[in-house]
Nanobody
Framework: QVQLEESGGGLVQAGGGLRLSCVGS????????LAWFRQAPGKGREFVAA????????YYADSVQGRFTISRDNAKNTVYLQMNSLEPDDTAVYYC???????????????????WGRGTQVTVSS
């Protein structure tokens, strides 16, 4: 069964940090581009970060640049999102996504991804 499963969400105070994990199964994880998106209450889903198959290139939304870090461990079929200096505006459901082939110029677009996890809630209190 092909699936992605996120974990690591929770409640944290502003200024704190969390590390999200997403484990993939049922597909060749190392061959896939991986991404994190988030959806805040009443808003659409937005891009957070992405990492290419090779792991050499990473992409970030301007709003998280310098605070969040995406990384992958292909031996564990896991992608991580380390989130530091969290702000109340970071409150959202966070989703991981995967796709073997993406148009590079569109790597930040959610319609590029065909595999999605169910999400994990992150709540940042002020």
């Amino acid at each position: 069964q092909v699936q992605l499963e996120e974990s690591g969400g929770g409640l944290v105070q502003a200024g704190g940090g969390l590390r999200l994990s997403c484990v993939g199964s049922g597909f060749t994880f190392s061959r896939y581009n991986l991404a994190w998106f988030r959806q805040a209450p009443g808003k659409g889903r937005e891009f957070v970060a992405a990492q290419r198959q090779s792991g050499a290139t990473k992409y970030y939304a301007d709003s998280v640049q310098g605070r969040f870090t995406i990384s992958r461990d292909n031996a564990k079929n896991t992608v991580y999102l380390q989130m530091n200096s969290l702000e109340p505006d970071d409150t959202a459901v966070y989703y991981c996504a995967a796709k073997q082939w993406v148009i590079l110029s569109a790597i930040r677009r959610e319609d590029q991804y065909t595999l999605w996890g169910r999400g994990t809630q992150v709540t940042v209190s002020s």
